[in-house]
């Protein structure tokens, strides 16, 4: 297991759930984007996942999309793990349309909807 580094800038993560893969982003305090990529949908996933998170900050909390279905197991481990987990709704069709659909997006989404107190 790599190690998991609790100093750095705070940051908050997001998650794009689906079937077979997540696809995660993590943001800073003031909502600039840093990275993102995708993650199998799996007990191995979901750790490597939280230790990718981490290895940008300190994780203040998670918004998972679909807490009730396909992110259901990544919540139990994120929260497992000591981490805050928010459920974020899917964006309106309105933000879609306008934004466009794609994991990347909808991933960045869900971490700035918690940092901004939307979630």
Request: glycine share 12%.
């Amino acid at each position: 297991m790599t190690s998991m580094t609790h100093d750095g800038p705070q940051i908050t993560g997001g998650v794009d759930t689906h079937g077979l893969t997540h696809h995660a982003a993590v943001i800073d305090q003031v909502g600039r984007h840093l990275a993102d990529r995708e993650f199998p949908a799996t007990i191995r996933g979901y750790r490597d996942l939280l230790d990718w998170m981490r290895t940008h900050g300190t994780l203040i909390a998670v918004g998972v999309e679909g807490t009730g279905a396909y992110g259901a197991e990544l919540a139990r481990v994120l929260t497992a793990a000591g981490v805050t987990v928010v459920d974020v709704d899917r964006p309106d069709r309105k933000t879609r349309r306008m934004k466009g659909k794609s994991d990347p997006i909808d991933s960045y989404a869900a971490a700035t909807a918690v940092l901004s107190g939307r979630a």
